[in-house]
């Protein structure tokens, strides 16, 4: 009998041993699952506090959390980089106009001046599209000018993601204040400018 309860002893650890192996995967599998979904939730809860804390005032967390941009210095002149001139009939209705006006960024950074290189299609076609908005007489006057190049600073910096609000743009709406955005265009000069 002893042979007999021998034999009849050993396929049972084998059953047994199967089933644990299944249960192990089976719980392996549900932690890698509870621990997936646990990670999303939480990835998800902290974006949507960090979005909170945007909207209630916390500029100065997230101005913190960017870096700042090194002041350029003093020494080292700036980087021009001078576009093509532009010729574009101007928006003026009672007359055909055109002006013919040639535009150099001042760039702080020379990095930065090189990295606005891949982007120069989209620059020419910001500086064009500004341009073809534009009348005789708001190009005449300083002022005029001035808003332009102000313009051209905020448009240009555009294709590269860096987006700057329009300060002179109110429509009459209580604006949240918001950190301001850094721009690299130090400033817009005009190396030739005619409008006839």
């Known amino acids: 009998m002893s042979a007999a309860a021998a034999s009849a002893e050993q396929p049972a650890p084998k059953k047994n041993s199967k ?3 299944i249960i192990i995967g089976v719980v392996v599998v549900l932690l890698l699952g509870g621990g997936g979904a646990g990670f999303m939730i939480w ?3 902290a974006a949507e506090a960090e979005a909170a804390a945007a909207e209630e005032g916390g500029e ?22 001078p576009l093509d001139p532009f010729v574009v009939n ?20 020379p990095k930065f001046a090189e990295e606005m290189k891949p982007y120069m299609p989209a620059i020419r076609n910001a500086v064009l599209m500004i341009l073809s908005h534009k009348t005789a007489a708001e190009l005449q006057g300083r ?21 700057i609000d329009d300060e002179s743009e109110d429509d009459g709406k209580k604006k949240r204040k918001r ?11 005009f190396s030739s400018f005619i409008v006839q």
């Open 19 to 21: 089933k644990l192996f």
């Open 179 to 189: 950190a301001p955005v850094y721009n690299p265009v130090q400033q817009v000069h």
């Open 143 to 163: 002022e005029g000018k001035e808003q332009l190049a102000a313009e051209i600073a905020r448009e240009v910096v555009r294709p590269m993601g860096i987006n």
């Open 90 to 109: 101007l928006a003026d209705r009672d007359a055909d106009r055109y002006a013919q006006i040639g535009v150099t960024l001042e760039i702080d950074d």
């Open 43 to 45: 990835k998800k809860k």
């Open 60 to 81: 100065e967390a997230q101005a913190a959390a960017k870096p700042k941009p090194a002041k350029r210095d003093p020494k080292l002149p700036p980087a021009y980089m």
